[in-house]
């Protein structure tokens, strides 16, 4: 079974910066690629970013692009999303998402998700 849980969510003014981090476990862990996705109140959950876990391709949703960077860590099972000029508008529960390694699309695994408040 795999489990996957976040950290480092919190409240931050405008125009900050947190990184999130998602550390996996599991009796093989091994994805075929790992994403994070947020949902603000009254809203859809929506993808923010995702990389491939072997070749270190990343996809990001155009909101985020050129703020929010993507990244992970093998060795230690982790994956990061680095979130600089934050905007209120990215206030939401952002949850860690794994993809299983037979699978090319989805997200088969998921954490309980982090808090991210952003000020005005």
């Known amino acids: 079974q795999v489990q996957l849980v976040e950290s480092g969510g919190g409240l931050v003014q405008a125009g900050g910066s947190l990184r999130l981090s998602c550390a996996a476990s599991g009796r093989t862990f091994s994805p075929n690629a790992m994403g994070w996705f947020r949902q603000a109140p009254g809203k859809e959950r929506e993808f923010v970013a995702s990389i491939e876990w072997t070749i270190s391709i990343t996809n990001y949703v155009d909101s985020v692009k050129g703020r929010f960077t993507i990244s992970r860590d093998n060795a230690k099972n982790t994956v990061y999303l680095q979130m600089n000029s934050l905007k209120p508008e990215d206030t939401a529960v952002y949850y860690c998402?794994?993809?299983?390694?037979?699978?090319?699309?989805?997200?088969?695994?998921w954490g309980r998700g982090t808090q991210v408040t952003v000020s005005s």
């Open positions: 998402a794994a993809r299983r390694s037979d699978r090319r699309i989805g997200f088969h695994y």
